[in-house]
């Protein structure tokens, strides 16, 4: 063992000095610079994972937003057209209303009217007869060429109201 | 043994002292020129981390940038292999496997290195026994540090993830969820096939190192041979001057290759060996 290990040119003092040599790049790459590279890795990937749990959070809570911006749409929509619903409804009561009361107004002013007009014409039809009596009795009184007594005004009045009425 | 340069030289199996002495012990023997190309390249790894890392900023610069791109790709790589209760403990040792061994196949291949030392003439000119700088990925030394380094990680992790006795349960225990007088009687067999998978573990770091070495050292074999072909040949020097830049082209661009190859295969046949002695029973599906 010891042939081959001269013939490969292994020495004892070379290799520990090699060992030693290593071990020492090693003790200072993994305290001086792979230690920090790997924290600095280790730092990055917690940026980036908190970035990508961030991003989910805001995903979902943008997914959850939109369901709820279409659940108020929806529900503002219902509410819509249940308003226009029971504003036509309310609409098409208070126009019946209307409408039956503007008939009525319109009955009761016809009404009105016809009785205005009946009283107007029983007036009217009172002063014509008052108007055709006295101008009979002074066509009477002219016709006979004398002064009507009272009594004679009276029956001629009379009469003449009797031939109005009939 | 005069100093000089030329484009390449063999390389020999022992990585010799950048000091080499005539006389009696050389100083600091330990100090090969494959230890000596260790520090250079742990220097720089270092002062390039340190840059990437030392003002850190959430827009990173250019180096930073670059810095972290390489983490975050071996961190991601590492992870969907030993899964993602390991990756935080296994990770500095492997991306330090990883880049170690890039930057020193790498580094390799820059000129001078393996042709820059001391040597003697020779027939066709002067021949370098000793370079300055050796591929210290092409130095069974470095390769098996790595891998017993690496080989006492995984068994302190194994242990500690799983436990002593899941562990042995993992290697010696009856699989297949075999129950009853049937598991008793397959006990004998699944004892060998544990001892097997003992053995075929005490060689993890002998395979993991000779194949680093083998692929290393090849591919400086081959790159020196390259160079040398006119030489070789003995072509006119005009000739053997063009081919010796000429030839090693390609050969260079599959070094780049194979050194990017060499440190993936390692890291991730380390990150398997972590994978299959921590995986839960549940999760490797046992």
Not at chain 1, 33 to 60: L, S, Y
Not at chain 2, 183 to 199: Q, S
Not at chain 2, 229 to 245: E, N
């Amino acid at each position: 063992m010891d042939q081959l290990l001269t013939q490969f040119g292994i020495a004892w003092p070379k290799f520990a000095a090699q060992v030693i040599l290593f071990l020492i790049v090693y003790a200072i790459l993994k305290k001086f610079a792979f230690g920090q590279i790997i924290a600095v890795f280790e730092q990055r990937r917690r940026t980036i994972e908190e970035g990508q749990a961030n991003a989910e959070k805001i995903k979902k809570q943008l997914a959850e937003s939109e369901i709820r911006c279409q659940e108020i749409l929806r529900k503002a929509n219902a509410d819509a057209q249940r308003i226009i619903e029971e504003a036509r409804t309310s609409s098409d009561a208070s126009t019946q209303k209307h409408t039956q009361q503007a008939i009525k107004d319109a009955e009761n002013i016809i009404l009105k009217a016809n009785e205005s007009v009946s009283l107007e014409r029983a007036r009217m039809v009172a002063e014509v007869k008052k108007e055709m009596v006295h101008l009979v009795v002074d066509t009477t009184a002219k016709v006979a060429g004398k002064v009507l007594t009272e009594a004679d005004q009276e029956r001629l009045a009379s009469e003449t109201s009797k031939q109005l009425a009939a | 043994m005069p100093f000089s340069i030329i484009l390449a030289s063999a390389l020999t199996l022992d990585a010799p002292t950048i000091f080499p002495s005539s006389q009696g012990e050389p100083f600091l023997e330990w100090l090969s020129n494959s230890v000596f190309v260790s520090v250079c390249v742990a220097a720089f790894i270092i002062w390039f981390a340190r840059q990437a890392t030392k003002n850190m900023t959430v827009v990173p610069g250019p180096t930073q940038n670059f810095f972290e791109a390489v983490v975050q790709g071996l961190y991601d790589l590492i992870e969907s292999i030993v899964g993602a209760h390991m990756v935080a403990r296994v990770f500095s040792l492997l991306a330090t496997l990883f880049i170690f061994i890039l930057v020193s196949n790498w580094f390799a291949l820059l000129p001078g290195v393996g042709s820059v030392g001391w040597g003697q003439a020779g027939e066709y000119g002067f021949n370098v026994t000793a370079p300055l700088l050796r591929p210290t990925t092409a130095d069974m030394n470095m390769t098996l540090a790595m891998a017993a380094v690496f080989m006492c990680f995984w068994l302190y992790w194994s242990i500690t993830e799983v436990g002593v006795k899941n562990f042995l349960n993992h290697i010696f225990g009856v699989k297949g969820g075999l129950t009853g007088i049937m598991a008793l009687a397959l006990i004998p067999v699944f004892l060998f096939v544990g001892i097997i998978e003992v053995v075929s573990m005490a060689f993890r770091p002998m395979s993991l190192s000779l194949r680093l070495f083998g692929n290393v050292f090849a591919g400086e074999t081959l790159l020196s041979t390259m160079i040398t072909l006119g030489k070789d040949l003995k072509l006119p020097a005009p000739i053997d001057s063009i081919l010796s830049v000429t030839i090693p082209i390609p050969f260079y661009f599959l070094e780049i290759l194979v050194g990017l190859l060499q440190a993936t295969v390692f890291m991730l046949l380390c990150s398997v060996y972590i994978q299959l002695s921590t995986s839960h029973d549940e999760e490797a599906g046992h």
